[in-house]
DNA sequence: ACCTGAACACCGTTCAAGT
DNA sequence: ACCTGAACACCGTTCAAGT
C-alpha cells in the first residue's frame, strides 16, 4: 500500500495549491477572519506547520489568495474585451459584464482584494497581479481614444471612475440585487451613463 | 457612601464610551481583526469581561462601531447639505465634498461601516442607522426631482450611482490621492459627470 | 447592576527534531 | 527539502462568585 492512495500519510501531493484552495472556500464563506491555518491543517490532514512551507505567515496566505483572485480575474477580463476589431462600446460592455459576474460569483474574494491591495504592508507582487489584471481594460481606453470613443486624458485616470462605479456598486449591493434590480442591471445603466459623460463633447 | 454617584463607578466613568474610543482607534490603526477586547481591557485597567456587559460579544462592539461612525456621518451629510432653499448644484457639492472629508478622515472606518453593513447577520439597528445617515441625500435628490434637476425615478435607485461611486473613488485610492490627484478633485469630476447624465434631457 | 478571576478551547508563530 | 510535535503567548467566551 505504498502507491499513490489519495490520502497518504506523509504529505499531499500538491500541498500548496490545496491550502489555497481551503483558504479561498473559508474565505468566501465567513470573510478574512474565519481562514484559520490550524483549522485548513486539520482538514487536509496535515500538521498545523506544514503550511508554513509554503505560506510564512498568514498574512502570506491571504495575500496568495488576492495575488490568485486577481489573476483570475485579469483573464477574465482580457477574454471579454476580445480583439480591437470590435465595436467600442460593445467590448466595453462586456468587460463590465465580465467583473460584475465575477464579483456576484466570489463577493468576497473581490472585496478581500481591493483591501489586501490597499494594506499599507501590500507586497509588491499583489500589486503587480492588480497591474496585470486591468491592463487590458486601460489598453480599451487607449484604443477608445484612438477611435475618438473616449476623451483625451490619462487612461489610467480615465478609466478610474467607472472602475471605482462598478466596484462601489458592488459594495453598496453585495447580495447580487438592489431594491429588486440586478447588479447587472445597476452597472449597465452606470456604465452607460459614465461612458456619455466621457465621450469627447461633439 | 450610598448616594448614587452617578460617574464614580468601580473604574471608570464611562466604559461604554472609553471601551468604544479605544476600538475606534484600534480599528483605524490595523483593520479590524486588531481590535482586541483583551487588549482593550487592559489600557483602561479594567478586567478583560467589563466589556460584556455593554458589549457582549466581540461582533456586537465592530457593530457598534460602524453604527457610531453611520451617526456621525449622518450629522455630518445632513449639516452640509444644509436647507432647501440653496442652490441644487451647490447643496449636491457639499455633500459629496462633506462625505469625501469623513472618508480621508476616517478611511477604515468607513470601510468597515460598508462591510458590517453587508455582513449576512448584521443587526437591524446597524441598517437602521445607515438609512438614517443617507436619508438628507435621499431627500436632495428628491427634491433635485421637484425643482426639475433630476430625472424621474426611485431617488434610492438614483442616488445608488453616485453613492456607489464616491464609495469606489476611496476604496480606490484609500491613501486620499492617485496619481497625485486629489481624492475630493475625483470625486468632484466624477460627480459633475453623474449629475450631468442624471438630468433631464433637455 | 457591574465587575472580577479562573477555566476552556481556540489561535499564529517559533523551534528543535525527525525522515 | 518537507514535515512533525511540543511550547509559548495570545485570543474570545463562559461561569461562579464578589460588591
Redesign the interface.
Known amino acids: 500500500m505504498k502507491a499513490k492512495t489519495p490520502n497518504r500519510a506523509y504529505h499531499h501531493g500538491n500541498l500548496r495549491e490545496a491550502v489555497l484552495l481551503a483558504a479561498g472556500q473559508a474565505l468566501e464563506s465567513g470573510?478574512?477572519?474565519s481562514v484559520s491555518l490550524r483549522e485548513i491543517s486539520r482538514e487536509l490532514n496535515v500538521s498545523h506547520t506544514a503550511p508554513r512551507r509554503h505560506f510564512p505567515t498568514k498574512q502570506a496566505l491571504l495575500d496568495a489568495l488576492a495575488i490568485h483572485g486577481y489573476a483570475r480575474l485579469g483573464v477574465t477580463l482580457s477574454r471579454a474585451i476580445g480583439d480591437r476589431d470590435a465595436d467600442f462600446d460593445i467590448r466595453l460592455a462586456k468587460a463590465t459584464r465580465a467583473l460584475v459576474r465575477f464579483a456576484v460569483k466570489h463577493p468576497v474574494l473581490l472585496?478581500h482584494m481591493?483591501?489586501a491591495k490597499?494594506?499599507p504592508a501590500a507586497p509588491p507582487e499583489l500589486l503587480e497581479a492588480s497591474d496585470l489584471a486591468f491592463s487590458s481594460g486601460l489598453k480599451l481606453i487607449a484604443e477608445g481614444q484612438e477611435t475618438g470613443n473616449v476623451v483625451a486624458g490619462?487612461p489610467?485616470?480615465l478609466a478610474?471612475?467607472p472602475?471605482?462605479?462598478?466596484?462601489?456598486?458592488i459594495?453598496?449591493?453585495?447580495?447580487g440585487y438592489?431594491?429588486g434590480?440586478s447588479l447587472e442591471q445597476?452597472v449597465e445603466?452606470?456604465t452607460y451613463?459614465?461612458i456619455?459623460?466621457?465621450r469627447p463633447r461633439s
Do not use: M
Open positions: 470573510g478574512a477572519g472585496g481591493f483591501a490597499h494594506h490619462d489610467e485616470l478610474l471612475v472602475f471605482a462605479t462598478v466596484q462601489g456598486l459594495v453598496v449591493s453585495s447580495q438592489f431594491k434590480v445597476l445603466d452606470a451613463r459614465i456619455v459623460g466621457l
